[in-house]
Nanobody, 127 residues
Framework: QVQLVQSGGGLVQAGNSLRLSCAAS????????MAWFRQAPGNEREFVAAISWIGVSTNYADSVKGRFTISRGNAKNTVYLQMNSLKPEDTAAYFCAASGTTGWNTIYGEINDYYYWGQGTQVTVSS
């Protein structure tokens, strides 16, 4: 059984930074993409960033481009989201996700391409 466990998040003032982490366990073989999504109250879950297995390919939502950075640990089973210059509109519950087995440099931007999800962590940015 694949499990994704998230850490990080919290309350910060606008302009500050936060780092989210997500560790995958229970997966013993195969390459897979990972991503971050977020969901604000009353809104649908939206794509934030994605990264390939080998970490070469990344993709970002326009709203976070230049401020957020997704990265992958050396062991490949951990993904991070460094969030800088946070804005109040970044306030949401953030979820990490992992795809099924895929190519080494494949990434996905659609929610339906991700099969495994973390528990979610709240990020609140005050103005």
């Amino acid at each position: 059984q694949v499990q994704l466990v998230q850490s990080g998040g919290g309350l910060v003032q606008a302009g500050n930074s936060l780092r989210l982490s997500c560790a995958a366990s229970g997966r013993t073989s195969g390459s897979y993409a990972m991503a971050w999504f977020r969901q604000a109250p009353g809104n649908e879950r939206e794509f934030v960033a994605a990264i390939s297995w080998i970490g070469v390919s990344t993709n970002y939502a326009d709203s976070v481009k230049g401020r957020f950075t997704i990265s992958r640990g050396n062991a490949k089973n951990t993904v991070y989201l460094q969030m800088n210059s946070l804005k109040p509109e970044d306030t949401a519950a953030y979820f990490c996700a992992a795809s099924g087995t895929t190519g080494w440099n494949t990434i996905y931007g659609e929610i339906n391409d991700y099969y495994y999800w973390g528990q979610g962590t709240q990020v609140t940015v005050s103005s």
